[in-house]
């Protein structure tokens, strides 16, 4: 009450503004954490082993599938896989094993193709030496 009368109605004014701004300072920043969180789950991750004369590959492409049938996905298509700048082989899926390598130092280009042929990107180069 004391408050009231020394510092008048102006005052309980600028009180009362300052404590209806600390909850939307608050959400603001909340809200702004789930977007930079998404934009890290929309990275495009390709992990690979190699494994005597094979490469196993896992390719983790957001909002992308390989099935043609889906009609939900805006992004569909296939991967083809590139030795040493010739095509290699293509893939249907977001796992694969590229096989029978020769000994040696090899590139492997991975490129995401549109279903009709077009390319959407080159996904990832890998250096693998085969032992």
Known sequence: MNFVVHYGKHGLFIVLMV??????????????????NHQESETVVVHHKVKGSNVFVECLIPNFTFDDRKETSEHKGYIDVYLNGKKYQTEHKAAFIVQGLPEGKHML???????????????????????
């Open 19 to 36: 404590l209806c701004c600390i909850p939307v300072v608050g959400f603001g920043q909340s809200y702004q954490q789930p977007s930079q």
């Open 109 to 131: 280009r991975l490129d995401i193709m549109r279903p009709d042929g077009g390319r959407y990107l080159s996904l990832k180069e890998l250096k693998v030496t085969i032992k």
